[in-house]
């Protein structure tokens, strides 16, 4: 069955990074985009970014465009959220997504000084 885990978050200072992971199994990983969405404290779950199954296309939310990196290592199943120059606004609970169906449990990410 499709299995996906995402991993990496925790608390960070305002301007501070964090890399999130997300490993995924039982699918062809390689064929599969995938995206990352968020769901901040009160807020609708929004969508973050997407990266398609060889990574030469992605595209971001406005709100993380430039700050944020989405990419994949298709040798390792994994799929990873690079997040730098964090603001308190993007804490959230983060989320890997595979199809319309298939969504990881979330890792929390705090951004707070």
């Known amino acids: 069955q499709v299995q996906l885990v995402e991993s990496g978050g925790g608390l960070v200072q305002p301007g501070g990074s964090l890399r999130l992971s997300c490993v995924a199994s039982g699918f062809t990983f390689s064929s599969s985009g995938l995206q990352w969405y968020r769901q901040g404290p009160g807020k609708e779950r929004e969508w973050v970014a997407v990266?398609?199954?060889?990574?030469?296309?992605?595209n971001y939310a406005e709100s993380v465009k430039g700050r944020f990196i989405i990419s994949r290592d298709n040798a390792k199943n994994t799929v990873y959220l690079q997040m730098n120059s964090l603001k308190p606004e993007d804490t959230a609970v983060y989320y890997c997504r595979k199809g319309q169906d298939y969504w990881g449990q979330g890792t929390q990410v705090t951004v707070s000084s």
């Open positions: 990266i398609s199954s060889t990574g030469g296309y992605t």
